[in-house]
């Protein structure tokens, strides 16, 4: 009786829930035919994105043009990351952002809302951009931004 019991109070705390918190979906196949990261089937990752192996597009995001995710990054929410921008380690876009020309964000990035990451610009480190933040054309590393 007590290892049934044991095994009962057991399940909750074994149990996964998957990529996008179980969201049904397919590992990404890159151009090369390298199998990717995880994409939710209401997502959309383009032909000529990198899906890197680790990461998450959940939700309705999207993926497109030349841009690359690696890492573990998580692109969820209706963010959007395009052309040629990359976002990787443990970085999170999310919400309604969007990052987009040669932007990048890495390390334990966030950026979310409404904000949008263009140009040049480069977010690292714990930096949070979020409401209607617009930053381009220069590296952030620390702080909120809104």
């Not at 090369?32 to 309705?60: H, L, M, N, P, W």
């Not at 040669?102 to 714990?126: C, D, I, P, T």
């Amino acid at each position: 009786m007590k290892a049934l019991v044991l095994l009962l109070i057991s399940f909750p705390i074994l149990a996964t829930t998957g990529p996008c918190d179980g969201q049904s979906g397919a590992y990404h196949i890159n151009a090369g035919g390298e199998a990717g990261g995880f994409v939710a089937s209401t997502a959309r990752a383009g032909e000529r994105t990198y899906i890197g192996k680790g990461t998450q597009i959940c939700d309705y995001a999207q993926v497109l043009n030349s841009a690359q995710i690696t890492g573990n990054a998580i692109i969820r929410d209706n963010a959007k990351v395009y052309d040629n921008a990359r976002v990787w380690g443990n970085a999170i876009v999310f919400e309604n952002a969007e990052v987009f020309e040669e932007a990048g964000v890495w390390e334990n990035a966030q950026v979310f809302g409404n904000s949008k990451v263009y140009g040049f610009a480069g977010l690292r480190g714990n930096v949070q951009v979020h409401g209607i933040a617009r930053m381009y054309d220069a590296t952030y590393s620390s702080g909120q931004y809104y």
